[in-house]
């Protein structure tokens, strides 16, 4: 099965839009304690778990990278000027 999104990559791509656990969880509705044992590496969530929650973050503008050698990441869309 194909991995949506890693525990490194939700972590990195909060980061980038400055969102806490509790802000992602409620852009996506995925239960703060699901999200950080998730993150924390305790717990693997369903797919569609972890498919709401890598959409929350593609909506506020993070870009996932897969992996290609070097590793799978995250990046934020570059805003037109």
């Known amino acids: 099965m194909l991995k949506t999104l890693t525990s490194a990559q939700s972590r990195a ?3 980038l839009v400055k969102w806490s656990v ?3 969880s409620e852009k996506c509705g995925v239960h703060r304690n699901t999200i950080s044992a998730f993150e924390t590496d305790q717990t693997e969530p369903n797919g569609s778990t972890l498919t ?4 929350a973050l593609e ?3 993070v870009e996932f990278i897969p992996e290609n050698g070097g590793g799978a990441g995250v990046r934020l869309r570059k ?3």
Not at 52 to 55: D, E, G, S, T, Y
């Open 13 to 15: 791509g909060r980061a």
């Open 22 to 24: 509790r802000d992602l």
């Open 79 to 81: 805003t037109s000027p």
């Open 59 to 61: 909506t506020a503008g």
């Open 52 to 55: 709401v929650l890598r959409q």
